[in-house]
Structures are given as structure tokens and as C-alpha cells.
């Protein structure tokens, strides 16, 4: 039985205590001094996310987030492209991001426009941060939330211009799987397999060159394979 709105909040408040209480019973074996030291030593490696936390604007970015995430029904892609409804990634992104941010957008990218360079499936190769990943999306302009692009984007803000693509990245590079979005001009293309747990959500096979397609993502990417 699927579970409700309020069952999954209140579990994800359960899952982000058991952390906490965990970290607090082990204080509880500490002398005050010792006890005073490790707080310390908590808050100075945490001084960034405390920050953030105490925010007014990043809680509202992060409750509107939360809201359109539970409660947003939209679809991304039309079901007739997965007849047996069995891609688990449809499923993720198929209740996130309405705004389609992160190339997750379920409008067919028809006609493509010439400014963007690559497509589903290619490999790539961060060139400053030398992870590779496979395409899993473009947009032909960034479509990010602003306060993403602030920060990821900095003083370039020319990128906010470019095709931006999200990646799958290779977790030889990265262990905790990502997925994360790429300005064009950081990219190059290599011939590489990835390995990634959700790979073959997006992807049937690899042809020794790109990854070839799911059906439901060809319907969206059509002039890309």
C-alpha cells in the first residue's frame, strides 16, 4: 500500500532524528569538558550549513521545493512511451521540479535548436572537475532556480545563456551517485562506459560510442538518436 503525504513526512522527520539522537548518546558518555571540545568541533566543521539553515530565504526555497515535490502531480512524459510503466526514473522526476529545472522537463525538445552541441547518451568529461558522466537532458538555456545558479554560476554569466546538461556522474569519481547539471562550454566528449546505479533507467545498452535510449526518453529527446 503506497504510503500518504503525511506518512512520508513524518518518516522523513524520523530518519533525519535517528542521526541526531545517535550523535547526542555519545555525548552522553563524555566528560562536560569533552563534551564542550566536541560541540565546538561540530559547530566549526558545520559553520556553512548552519548558516544556511538559519536563512530566511533558504528555508522557503527549500519548503516551496518541498511542497511541489508532494503534492505536484504533473507529467513528465507520456505514458504510452513506458506501456508497462516500469522506469523507476519516470517515476522520480515525474513528481519534482514542475518547473522542469534540471532538463527534467517532459516537453519534447522538437525542433533541436543548433546551439546545442550534444545529446542524450554521449559521454562526457567535466573539463574542470574531470568526472565523466552520460547525458541525460538538455535545456537550450539554463533552467535552474536562481539561487542555484548564483551560486554554482558565480561571476560567469554568460552560462545562464548556454545549453546546460544534466548528467549521470560516474561513481569511480563521485561514490555517492549524482546527477548533476553542466554549463556546454565545461564539457568535452569521450567514449567511455559509466557506471552509475541508474544508467540503465535512462539507457537499454551502450553501442561502444553513446548510450542508447529508453523509449520514454527518446519521446522526449526525438532528434537526438
Known amino acids: 500500500m503506497p504510503l500518504t503525504n503525511r506518512e512520508i513526512a513524518i518518516l522523513g ?21 569533552e563534551k564542550g571540545m566536541r560541540i565546538q568541533e561540530f559547530f566549526i566543521r ?5 548558516q544556511a539553515l538559519t536563512s530566511p530565504s533558504f528555508w522557503i526555497f527549500q519548503i516551496k521545493d518541498f511542497l511541489k515535490y508532494m503534492f505536484d502531480k504533473a507529467d ?7 506501456p508497462l510503466g516500469e522506469c523507476p526514473a519516470v517515476e522520480v522526476i515525474k513528481y519534482r521540479y514542475p518547473q522542469g529545472f534540471f532538463a527534467t522537463s517532459h516537453i519534447p525538445r522538437k525542433p ?23 547525458i541525460i537532458g538538455w535545456d537550450e538555456t539554463c533552467k535552474a532556480p536562481d539561487l542555484w ?51 540503465n533507467d535512462y539507457f537499454d545498452s551502450f553501442d561502444g560510442a553513446q548510450y542508447l535510449a529508453q523509449p520514454w526518453l527518446k519521446a522526449i529527446y526525438p532528434l537526438d538518436q
Not at 513528465?76 to 513506458?82: F, I, P, V
Not at 546527477?179 to 544508467?199: F, G, L, R, S, W
Open 13 to 33: 522527520i524520523l530518519i533525519f532524528c535517528v542521526p541526531v539522537q545517535l550523535w547526542l548518546s555519545k555525548l552522553s558518555t563524555l566528560t562536560s569538558e
Open 46 to 50: 558545520n559553520r556553512l550549513r548552519l
Open 76 to 82: 513528465l512524459y507520456n505514458e504510452a512511451n513506458d
Open 112 to 134: 533541436k535548436p543548433d546551439e546545442v552541441k550534444y545529446r542524450i547518451g554521449q559521454v562526457i568529461r567535466h573539463k574542470k572537475s574531470n568526472y565523466i558522466g552520460v
Open 149 to 199: 545558479i548564483k551560486q554554482m554560476h558565480g561571476s560567469n554569466h554568460n552560462w545562464r545563456n548556454q545549453p546546460n546538461y544534466s548528467v549521470l556522474v560516474d561513481v569511480r569519481y563521485r561514490p555517492n551517485p549524482q546527477t548533476t547539471y553542466v554549463v556546454q562550454e565545461n564539457i568535452e566528449i569521450v567514449k567511455e562506459q559509466v557506471d552509475h546505479p541508474q544508467v
